[in-house]
């Protein structure tokens, strides 16, 4: 991208992921000189006290636009289908946080402290795609130990915060919370199943043999970003009743022994790893202390005492931010740089 | 035990586990002669709308007692210490559900549709112990799979119920999400950190190798109870904000390749298992289901697509029943059968 002193954006959809975009931006103090909103009607929205007008979306609205984050959803519902290639005609680049053009072979995905030049991939298509939120905390904890010894495997469960399905799920949270407290009733419709003191492994739809979107989601995406095709991984993903923070207890096999201080002393050092580690003083990352930062957070850093090439970490990240809005707008910032 | 119409028996302590085994005894309907009901303290309690009458604990206590259940605190200030081997000396056969006993090599550990066999080896002590609560319902889901072809190695994330922790930590659970909704501040008394929606990879105190004393549980007593002691078994146990129900995720390498026909087929028709499969149509096991069951149920049954040994399992139980108190009184059936 041609270096400017400010760059025109654009963000697409006022959702959760959209309404943390703007946040993220202001907060990152990224270089903005016009900012448009776009959603599917104009409206006016509020976040943290900074009032937004809202333009209807339209092919004509990306002119003069130098980067459009999308925040929004996928499919052919979505804004990126239709208008991420109108943005690109009128010479944005687009960063899609949506799956839509995630796994095509001229779109590169992106976790800039993973695979910060693959960004320079963009040119083939005008089109960055942002990776799945449980796929990005993931790679960032991944990337360090690899660089140790290759991982041959990856074991990982999930325990999902409601706001990956939306702000609705996050309201649906708090009020069926609140009806179950008081003994009142209520029905899942956010959300596939009772969330308020309940759990459920089922995010995203059911895909081939049996596992959900979400689980291949996490095995492909992983294994486009960290350029490592032939990793085994495989995921069961789990949706839990915390409203902003996903946390991922993850198995992993390398090829050769580790020794456990090395592991410690890779993860503390790598770009946006907060290592938490000290169970004795009951010191592990939490969603809570996630909700809010970009960093991600590790902790229970320990080796496998039946099996010396096994590993286990516990890795927690803000699912908005470092899942979404923050990675996006961090793939904006390599973009700029270039 | 000597074959009688009924049995004198005897249950030590009325927490959450205590009052769980008072409804169990009754519900299936185990052949009772007397039931005493032992504590700290004299007192009265109320379980469904039956008064129980509960008298101090003593060594006399325990005299005509035959089956005595310990319902209890672990340790120093728990009573199985102390009086397990005074109801022993009155005659009684002892199961206890702490973990005091649980190792000891004279000592059988039982989940009855895994090692019912092991019950007669209470002789030598006259002390059979009950398993920890995530152990009981991961082994009941290994058995029928460890016979189709033996298990290499196990990796499992779990999901635990405040209730594991006692009735107190549920109260806390109640009382701490009604706090948070109402924007009030609180502070965690009876569990390690925050649990109105929040959860956190701390069960137990720490031990070996920074695996917590839960952790270590789950790969020790499944050694014993499986008569596999060279079973890799590696575990991250998590406290999560669901009251009662453990739900855990566990990947499984066999030696040979399973065809996954043949394990969904082999846990349908295990002794104790629910199978629960259906992703394409949400169903699958979850804590709300299983709450108030004896059974343990099984869900999301899947071959790993990228390893030929690997398979996938999710399953809940209710963890003051099977994992406790149901477990604990299907031993005594074993005992009174034998």
């Not at 649906?172 to 969330?195: C, G, M, V, W």
């Not at 492909?220 to 949706?239: D, G, N």
Request: glycine share 8%; proline share 5%.
């Amino acid at each position: 991208m041609r270096k400017k002193a400010k760059y025109n954006v654009a963000v697409v959809g006022v959702g959760a992921v959209g309404v943390e975009m703007l946040r993220v931006l202001k907060q990152r103090n990224f270089p903005i000189g016009n900012l448009k909103v776009l959603a599917r009607s104009a409206r006016e929205i509020t976040v943290d006290g900074q009032t937004y007008h809202v333009d209807q979306i339209s092919a004509e609205a990306f002119k003069g636009i130098d980067i459009a984050l999308f925040a929004g959803t996928e499919g052919e519902k979505g804004a990126a289908v239709t208008y991420a290639p109108e943005a690109v005609k009128c010479g944005a680049v687009v960063i899609d946080n949506g799956a839509d053009f995630r796994m095509e072979a001229d779109v590169p995905l992106v976790v800039p402290e993973v695979n910060p030049k693959d960004v320079k991939k963009c040119k083939a298509r005008g089109i960055i795609a942002n990776p799945n939120c449980s796929t990005i905390q993931m790679v960032v904890a991944l990337a360090p130990i690899h660089k140790l010894s290759k991982i041959k495997k990856v074991i990982v469960s999930t325990y999902q915060a409601a706001s990956g399905a939306g702000s609705k799920a996050v309201e649906e949270l708090y009020h069926q919370t609140k009806a179950a407290l008081d003994n009142q009733s209520f029905k899942p419709e956010a959300l596939a199943q009772r969330i308020a003191f309940n759990l459920f492994p089922h995010i995203g739809g059911a895909g081939d043999a049996d596992f959900t979107t979400e689980e291949w989601k996490m095995v492909k995406e992983t294994h486009k970003i960290m350029h490592a095709p032939k990793m085994k991984i495989s995921a069961t993903t789990v949706r839990v009743p915390v409203a902003i923070g996903h946390s991922e207890s993850i198995y992993i096999e390398t090829q050769k022994p580790l020794d456990i201080a090395d592991v410690k002393k890779a993860l503390s050092a790598a770009p946006g790893i907060v290592v938490i580690d000290d169970i004795k003083n009951g010191q592990y990352p939490m969603p809570i202390d996630a909700c809010g930062r970009d960093e991600v957070f590790v902790g229970r850093i320990r080796k496998d005492p039946l099996d010396e090439k096994g590993l286990w970490l516990w890795v927690v990240a803000d699912n908005l931010r470092k899942g979404a809005a923050s990675n996006a707008v961090q793939i904006a910032e390599v973009l700029i740089k270039k």
